[in-house]
């Protein structure tokens, strides 16, 4: 356990309060734009202090959080853990996170002891390119810092903490559907059709679909890393790319500039983990929107492993108020997507499972 904590300290910033049960931290980091502190980080560092409340041979395999209010940048952040249940093979935590008394967001999370099964199934990974091929050939690829270096510093005075890269990519789909979708939103295809001399301008088959696929990883070697801090990174890292899928086809393609966003804020976050995995190697990301109405949108993704094992589902709501650029047009009609149920695929992947 003194190795999960200390790993918790150094690549979450949490510390123990003099009160049982309790952790808090200065770090706390607002993208830019946003109207409170990265939904991922609260997740992550919720998750991060439940887990120091458990005997480590118990594994999260899933959490269910809301967000209630925006978290301030210059006010620490209190996680507030109730031990709820500790049994033989599962065991349950209700995390608060507070600022200044009030309360910013909740968790309920639930841990196993690892069981075997002796039956299984899951969906396919989708049919991409290379991580690698997809990094060097897309327009949508980066590597980021996942907290900003100064503020840690400035948080945590002369302590030493590591700080980890994140790298991203849009994954290149072979699915030519699906490709011409995620082409429409490469900004050289933007900038082709809309500015210039001559623009293009899209067409009216130019629909970007509510479906989108990343492909993800810490670039920094963690071989040391307790299986626990995988998680708590997965967590952190699968609050990213997920609302903007509901935006996909009300913002992109024939539509343009047409919309404007006026807020935009995630209202809850599940995550279910499913099998293990390595968040220093290459992850991908399937998202999908399958409702946006009465300024909501719904989003679920599965994360697969480069063997192509799912290891973990999400999903999120959130809410998203927009404006038409031109109020004197007529409101667009409510877009309809067809879903494929699903068929057997009597694929290799079994032989890994």
């Known amino acids: 356990m003194e190795i999960i904590k200390a790993q918790i300290h150094k690549y979450f910033y949490l510390k123990e309060h003099e009160e049982k049960d309790v952790f808090f931290t200065n770090v706390i980091w607002i993208p830019k734009g946003a109207r409170g502190v990265f939904g991922g980080q609260v997740v992550a560092q919720a998750l991060a202090a439940a887990i120091l409340t458990v005997s480590p041979e118990f594994i999260v395999h899933s959490l269910h959080s809301y967000f209630l209010l925006a978290g301030k940048q210059n006010e620490p952040i209190y996680y507030h853990v109730e031990r709820i249940r500790d049994g033989r093979s599962f065991s349950s935590r209700t995390v608060l996170a507070k600022q200044k008394g009030r309360i910013i967001f909740s968790m309920s999370c639930s841990f196993q002891v690892i069981e075997s099964s002796n039956i299984e199934h899951q969906f396919s990974i989708p049919q991409t390119e290379s991580p690698e091929y997809s ?10 810092q996942i907290f900003n270096s100064s503020l840690i510093n400035s948080a945590q005075g ?56 990343w492909w993800f990883k810490i670039t920094n070697n963690l071989d040391e890393l307790m299986p626990q801090l995988h998680q708590c990174l997965l967590a952190y890292i699968t609050d990213h790319r997920l609302l903007s899928t509901v935006n996909h086809p009300h913002f992109y393609g024939k539509n343009y500039g047409k919309n404007k966003i006026d807020m935009m804020v995630s209202l ?53 108020r927009s404006s038409p650029i031109n109020p004197n047009e007529p409101p667009p009609k409510p877009m309809i997507f067809t879903s494929t149920p699903p068929q057997f695929s009597n694929s290799k992947l079994a032989s890994k499972l």
């Open 135 to 144: 990094f060097d050939k897309t327009e949508l690829s980066r590597v980021n």
């Open 158 to 213: 002369s302590d030493s903490y590591d700080n980890l890269e994140l790298a991203t990519c849009m994954a290149i789909p072979k699915n030519k559907d699906i490709r011409k979708s995620t082409n429409l939103m490469e900004p050289s295809v933007i900038s082709a059709k809309t500015r210039g001399k001559n623009p293009q301008g899209f067409k009216e088959d130019d629909i970007v679909l509510p479906y989108n696929i």
């Open 268 to 320: 809850d976050h599940a995550v279910w983990f499913h099998s293990d995995f390595r968040i220093d190697k290459w992850l991908i990301y399937e998202l999908e929107s399958p409702r946006f109405a009465l300024n909501k949108g719904l989003v679920f993704g599965r994360v697969y492993d480069h063997r192509g094992i799912m290891v973990a589902s999400v999903s999120q709501e959130g809410l998203i």
